[in-house]
């Protein structure tokens, strides 16, 4: 990934919201913790982390230590440190933070893994390549977590990425004020380190058939996510004008890269945006089409308690300056050719988030309407792969050995058997198929062996 001056620098130059430690900051922070017999942190984290165990050794000052704890249950914490929905995981969890300051975990976790990777206190263990060899579809952390576990087994790994850069939504998705593309780029720069291919601008189902692949190694892990958008849904929304948020966003990052200009993106500097959805990605949306000196207003049905946001996004999207309505249920885009607004109807939220229509409409004035409402798995290239889905298209996956799909020796992980969800589930998955693979291919040797006699 280049670090070149590009059009749109100011993304790329602006400093994470809550900023770096310092050694003696970190370490002081770690003394906080209260040692808790029975730790709520790590029941809040998806991972289970080793959280007081490497607070502690923080807090000694034996960074090796601290990083072992953090690698033994993860392979990406400095990205997880940095964008894990923490104030509902393990941060929201700790004790300290029920009568005052909660420990700043993932802010802990990513100072030590950064140290980790930069300082070479992280062992790299380069794969034999003795135990078989693995393809993995798709470069997202389900397969970079998939590909880590499976190089210190020694398997010889090849990743097959549709584009130019590792990382999926990491890199695509979220924006890089909230997440360093640097940071994605030390992680495949790990990965290759242990002997692990990327091969990049290769789409299987396109560029080379999936059966291929199938043919040429032991074992094929499906790690592809679901980016297809689902669209509006009210009338007219097909007309110019209505764009997807992942589409904007990836657009975005190609302008970073220097892949396409300024020029080409469907927000352009003065537009009157709406945003419509709730969720973190028409945070990411509406606060990188401000940053495209636009006005941003978020359209939402319900109330602001009920977004699907963190809490944190939606003070620092109100921070930036993105404008909110709520309790307005989007019914129709308005314009002939172009968009000129966006119809609403008022919502009465009961209790239980029950929305009651009003019947009294209104229109929001924009040129622009990003629609954010959510993403499906690309059908025609799930449908190619000829494993099991679900009517959306997800893949059905078994527990033993886990995450094989519907074909022997293939198997599945991440956002397209669990549905969009967080990059610490996306790695959790990928390290446990990890496993099944190994256990696959393991069981087939030994059969091998006995069918030879
Ligand atoms: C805007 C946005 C913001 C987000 N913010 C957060 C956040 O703050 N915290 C959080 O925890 N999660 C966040 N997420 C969710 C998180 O990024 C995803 O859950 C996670 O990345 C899913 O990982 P994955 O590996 O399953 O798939 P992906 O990250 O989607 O990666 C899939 C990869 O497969 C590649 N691919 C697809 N098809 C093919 C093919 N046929 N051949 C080869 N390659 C292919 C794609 O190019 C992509 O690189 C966000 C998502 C978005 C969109
Ligand atoms: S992985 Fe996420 S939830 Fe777990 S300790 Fe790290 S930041 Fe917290």
Redesign the pocket.
Known sequence: MTNEKNQLAYFAEETLTDGDYTLQEAVAEAKRCLNCKVPQCRKGCPINNEIPQFIHALAEGNLGEAAEHIYHQSDLPAI?GR???REKQCEGNCILGKKGKHMEIGKLERFVADHALDGGILPIHVSKKTSGTVAL????????AAAHDLAAKEYAVTI????S???????????TF??HKDLICREADFLQKMGVTIQYN??????MSFEDICKDFDAVFI?????DAWSLGVDNDAVDGVVD??QF?HQVTQVQLGEATVEELPIQAGDKVIVVGAG??AI??ARTALRLKTDVEIVYRRAPKNMKCLPSEYEEAKADGVQFQFYSAPRAVVGTDHVEGLQYEKQKILEDATMVPTGEFGVVPANKIIAAIG?KP?LD?ITGFGVEANGDGYIKTKEIPYGMTSKAGVFA????VHK???????MR??RKAAAGIDEYIRAKRVMEEVQKG
């Open positions: 997880c964008v894990c929905p579809i798709g470069c997202g952390p389900a397969s970079m097959f990425e549709s584009t850069q590792p990382g999926g939504m990491l890199t695509y998705g979220i924006p909230r997440l290769t789409k299987i189902g396109a560029d790690g592809v996510g679901a980016s948020a992942e966003l973190n990605v990411d949306a993403n690309e290239i992980a991440g956002d397209i969009p969800a967080t990059v610490v589930l996306a998955e990928g």
